[in-house]
């Protein structure tokens, strides 16, 4: 049997890079199954290790060159100018009789990634045996489009109450667990200079928080004045921790950003980039946490690291509530910021409540991972049906 794992962007995003990897075990964990990668960056998932993760990691124009398949796709690609039969063939070879996951699980989060999937999914459909979306949250304004996209899976894991909620509530048949990456391991190197264990801030910042070249948006003002408070009011170091690192959409711009204007301090660390094991390793060892990155903050709610989410959209907010059963106080929306100190006072309430968020995650994160894992159990029921 063969699992194909799709909608990857590429491990350059530690968070699709923890999808995979926690995947990855729980279906062969599960069922007896090669995992096979359809990545959009096979060379960002061999550089992080993924090659040695799945069985096989292939790439949209990777085709057996030597079939004659190919070679009917060629001719009438050539002759007929038929533009899509190469893909279609390559679709063909890639999902025959397969089980396909989706582990986009933010693809109905955003308009331009719904359209593609919606696509996407539909050509899939005719060649594979299950189809599954696998970890996923969805936002309350769902098209007739992607509602008869979604009742079109065999299976639908959720990983947080706000999304099932939504999805129910259009009468799509869900299953909610928790995501995946609540499963990945962690590896501990060694903590660069400045990095004092137990008592240092992990701080993860996003550009999709507006206008953070310019150093004027109120985002990017709420994380200048935490790091002030941060260096003014306590002996904590802060690490700036970057989580994902695509060129066009990398952490590291605003954390360079904020590590030029408080590099002076001598208190505050850039930290390099590293897989998503190895930055679990270093978050896990913060103090406290304050990301706007989900899986960042995966990361330290699975270590028992006090966390405050900067969040941008549902999934952050159901997470947070099915952890500590509200999101007031553990989540700041980026959106409706409307002075700088919003994230600061946030911090506060994190800061006063240490010991009791701490227990709370001890107690919670074990039978989290339980929900997590119980997602392998469904993917062998559903083969079973």
């Known amino acids: 049997m063969k699992t194909v794992l799709y909608m990857h962007g590429g491990s350059g995003n530690h968070g699709c890079e923890a999808l995979v990897r926690t995947t990855t075990k729980i279906v062969k964990d599960n069922i007896d199954s090669d995992v096979v990668l359809w990545s959009q960056a096979p060379s960002e998932d061999k550089f992080y290790g993924i090659n040695n993760i799945v069985n096989k990691i292939v790439a949209t124009d990777e085709l057996n060159k030597n079939s004659l398949n190919f070679l009917i796709s060629y001719f009438k690609f050539k002759i007929l100018k038929k533009y899509d039969a190469l893909h279609r063939q390559f679709m063909k070879n890639l999902f025959k009789d397969s089980i396909a996951i989706s582990i986009g699980g933010d693809n109905y989060c955003y308009p331009w990634s719904a359209k593609q999937g919606v696509e996407l999914d539909r050509e899939i459909r005719k060649y594979c ?68 264990e137990g008592n240092t801030v992990g701080i993860n910042v996003s550009p999709l928080i507006n206008d953070y070249e310019s150093g004027e948006s109120i985002a990017y003002k709420n994380y200048v ?19 994902v690192v695509w060129e066009y959409n990398n952490d590291r711009l605003p954390l360079n950003l904020l590590y030029d204007k ?59 509530r099915d952890l500590f059963g509200t999101y007031d106080n553990y989540v700041v929306p980026v959106q409706s910021m409307t002075s700088d100190s919003e994230l600061t ?31 392998g159990k469904l993917l062998s029921d559903m083969l079973e049906r």
């Not at 008869?148 to 667990?177: C, M, P, W």
């Not at 208190?267 to 990155?293: H, M, P, Q, T």
């Not at 309430?349 to 709370?360: A, F, G, L």
């Open 345 to 375: 006072e946030a911090f506060k309430y994190i800061v006063i409540n240490e010991k009791q968020i701490k227990d709370r995650l001890c107690k919670t994160i074990p039978e989290y991972k339980e929900k997590a894992k119980s997602a």
């Open 262 to 320: 408080f590099k002076y301090s001598e208190r505050v660390i850039l930290l390099k980039d590293y897989n998503c094991e190895e930055l679990k390793g270093f978050i896990s060892r913060c103090r406290f946490f304050v990301g706007a990155r989900t899986h960042a903050t995966i990361a330290a709610y699975s270590t028992c690291v006090p966390t405050l989410a900067v969040g941008y959209s549902i999934k952050s907010k159901g997470i947070a």
């Open 129 to 196: 045996k299950k189809n599954v979306f696998w970890g996923c949250s969805v936002e309350d304004d769902l098209t007739q489009d992607i509602i008869k996209d979604l009742k079109g899976f065999d299976l639908i894991t959720v990983r947080e109450s706000l999304s099932y909620t939504v999805l129910r509530k259009h009468g799509i048949n869900a299953v909610q667990v928790a995501d995946p990456a609540f499963l990945l391991d962690k590896k501990e190197l060694a903590l660069p200079d400045r990095f004092i």
């Open 225 to 243: 004045r935490l790091i002030e408070y941060i260096l003014e009011n306590s002996d904590m170091n802060i690490c700036l921790i970057p989580h």
